[in-house]
């Protein structure tokens, strides 16, 4: 069985998603700096697939395999750790 999302929703801080194994997983806008920075209307212009979530107009794409690995943004240079 394909783990897919089903249904996408924002709060002030997070980005929500519901899997169609009915499990819910919220994680911080700040990990997805382009999300984070975008308009509430941009945010909402997404697509789901199979596999995760696409936003066109913003040039991001989120695995559902990536957010229950607990990844962010993979385009950023990791932070080092002081």
Known sequence: MTI????VWFDEDSLW???NDARILGVPL???PRLLNA???QRETFELSPFGIHWDELD???SVQG???GNGDMTQAPRKVA
């Open 4 to 7: 897919s999302p089903k249904k």
């Open 39 to 41: 308009s509430p209307t």
């Open 67 to 69: 957010l229950l690995a």
């Open 17 to 19: 998603v519901e899997l």
């Open 30 to 32: 700040a990990w997805f």
């Open 60 to 62: 991001e794409d989120i």
